[in-house]
C-alpha cells in the first residue's frame, strides 16, 4: 500500500477530486483524508489537519454522508481545532452543527465531548456576535 503522503491527489481541491475520482472511491479517498489529518495533528501542524478535514467532509457530503454520525464526528475533530486556533466564533458554529446532526440521526450527543467555554467568557460573548454560517460548508 503506498503511503499517504504520496498520493499527490490528496493535495488537490475536493472539486478536483470529485471530477477525477470515480465516485465507488471517494470513501477510500476520504479515509486516506482523514489518516493525513490525524498526522497532521499528532505533528501540530492544526491548519493543516482542518483544511484535511474540511476536504474530506465536502466529499462526504458530495456522495450523500452529510447526514452520518462520521460526518458529526469530522465536524468536531475541525470545532477542536478551530478553538486550539483560536477561532472560538467558527468553532461554536462547527460544535453547534454537529450536535444538530447528531440529533436528526437520533443519536444521544450528550455522550460526546465537545470543548465549550463557560457562559460569561469572552469567547462566549464573541460567539454571541458570529454569524451563522460557516463559510465553507454548504447547507
Known sequence: MPSLHANPLL?????EILQEV???RIPQ??????????????ANRFSEARDYLKKAIVLKSAIGMKESEGNAELLT???RIESKLGN???ANQLSKLAKKIYHRIGLNFGAVS???KPAASP???VA????????WLTE
Request: proline residues 0%.
Open 22 to 24: 470515480r465516485l465507488s
Open 29 to 42: 479517498i476520504i479515509e486516506d483524508l482523514e489518516e493525513k489529518a490525524k498526522h497532521s495533528i499528532g
Open 123 to 125: 469567547a462566549t460573548v
Open 77 to 79: 475533530m475541525i470545532s
Open 11 to 15: 493535495e488537490k481541491t475536493s472539486e
Open 114 to 116: 465537545f470543548e465549550e
Open 88 to 90: 472560538q466564533c467558527e
Open 128 to 135: 454571541k456576535n458570529c454569524g451563522e454560517k460557516v463559510s
